[in-house]
């Protein structure tokens, strides 16, 4: 299956767009956004658009997965109203925003709310950049299907979270800690695994994809989660998971509570 991004009104101006947009003036690279005022769109699907607007609503943070840099980014909860223009006519009518994200099919070519976009875009304050992270997502490239071993793309949540408590580089299998702990500069074989082994430590973050494109995520068990290939991180590396080093992935689960938002693109 093709994974295609959903696309026409329903899009949320500068939401995450915008958002990474900042980011990447932060790092010093836009190129991965194809072009100025390009959106990222909210799933198309009711069920998927309510998970992501909720989230938002309740104040939760928005997580960035940018595979072209290799690289996560937090910002803060997105704004879902726009900001008032300061020469704005307080009594000229205008259809409210939240119209638009209520709209389970978006809004028509030439329509109302395609007129509200431009202005709504532009009046929109992308949200603060609040801490990124160097990461690895899959050596395979990116990609939907089961057994394809491919990271995947577009909106998810944070499903379920996992190892709180357990102290830096904690293994676990099954979910479940198993009493050892990997040690940078520890080979493999000395932690007593085999030497190809791509070990799961110190927390982990279960995502959920909330698009048709993406619905096999949480059955394919993509993780964020720490890594004992901790050289490996800023390449494209993992089997599928986002991995992030240990200490890192530390911060991460204490920033993304179940619920938040993550975009992989």
Same mark, same amino acid.
């Not at 799933?43 to 989230?55: Q, Y």
């Not at 704005?88 to 976009?117: I, R």
């Given at each position: 299956?093709? %994974?295609?991004?959903?696309?026409?009104?329903?899009?949320?101006?500068? &939401?995450?767009?915008?958002?990474?947009?900042?980011?990447?003036?932060?790092?010093?690279?836009?190129?991965?956004?194809?072009?100025?005022?390009?959106?990222?769109?909210?799933?198309?699907?009711?069920?998927? =658009?309510?998970?992501?607007?909720?989230?938002?609503?309740?104040?939760? #943070?928005?997580?960035?997965? =940018?595979?072209?840099?290799?690289?996560?980014?937090?910002?803060?909860?997105? $704004?879902?109203?726009?900001?008032?223009?300061?020469?704005?006519?307080? @009594?000229?009518?205008?259809?409210? %925003?939240?119209?638009?994200?209520?709209? #389970?099919?978006?809004?028509?070519?030439?329509? $109302?709310?395609?007129?509200?976009?431009?202005?709504?875009?532009? @009046? %929109?304050? #992308?949200?603060?950049?609040?801490?990124?992270?160097?990461?690895?997502?899959?050596? =395979?490239?990116?990609?939907?299907?089961?057994?394809?071993?491919?990271?995947?793309?577009?909106?998810?949540?944070?499903?379920?979270?996992?190892?709180?408590? $357990?102290?830096?580089?904690?293994?676990?299998?099954?979910?479940?800690?198993?009493?050892?702990?990997?040690?940078?500069?520890?080979?493999?074989?000395?932690?007593?695994?085999?030497?190809?082994?791509?070990?799961?430590?110190?927390?982990?973050?279960?995502?959920?994809?909330?698009? #048709?494109?993406?619905?096999?995520?949480?059955?394919?068990?993509? %993780?964020?989660?720490?890594? @004992?290939?901790?050289?490996? &991180?800023?390449?494209?590396?993992?089997?599928?998971?986002? =991995?992030?080093?240990?200490?890192?992935?530390?911060?991460?689960?204490?920033?993304?509570?179940?619920?938040?938002?993550?975009?992989?693109?």
């Amino acid at each position: 299956m093709q %994974y295609t991004p959903t696309v026409g009104g329903d899009s949320v101006p500068a &939401i995450a767009a915008a958002a990474c947009d900042t980011g990447a003036a932060l790092t010093g690279n836009t190129a991965w956004l194809d072009a100025p005022g390009a959106v990222v769109p909210l799933p198309r699907d009711t069920a998927g =658009r309510a998970r992501i607007v909720a989230a938002f609503r309740a104040g939760l #943070p928005l997580l960035c997965v =940018r595979s072209d840099l290799q690289l996560l980014q937090i910002f803060a909860a997105p $704004q879902l109203e726009p900001e008032e223009p300061a020469d704005a006519d307080p @009594n000229a009518a205008s259809e409210p %925003y939240s119209a638009l994200l209520s709209d #389970p099919e978006g809004a028509s070519p030439g329509s $109302q709310a395609d007129a509200l976009h431009a202005p709504l875009a532009a @009046n %929109y304050p #992308p949200p603060p950049l609040l801490w990124e992270t160097p990461i690895s997502t899959s050596a =395979r490239g990116m990609g939907e299907e089961p057994g394809s071993y491919r990271t995947p793309r577009g909106w998810h949540v944070v499903a379920e979270r996992f190892g709180e408590g $357990q102290p830096s580089g904690a293994e676990f299998k099954s979910r479940k800690p198993t009493g050892r702990v990997w040690q940078s500069g520890t080979t493999p074989c000395e932690a007593g695994q085999a030497a190809w082994s791509d070990l799961i430590l110190t927390r982990i973050l279960w995502l959920d994809g909330v698009e #048709p494109a993406n619905a096999s995520s949480y059955d394919r068990y993509i %993780y964020i989660h720490g890594t @004992n290939h901790e050289d490996r &991180i800023g390449t494209p590396s993992s089997h599928g998971c986002v =991995r992030l080093r240990n200490l890192p992935m530390l911060r991460l689960h204490d920033l993304a509570p179940v619920g938040t938002p993550v975009w992989i693109g």
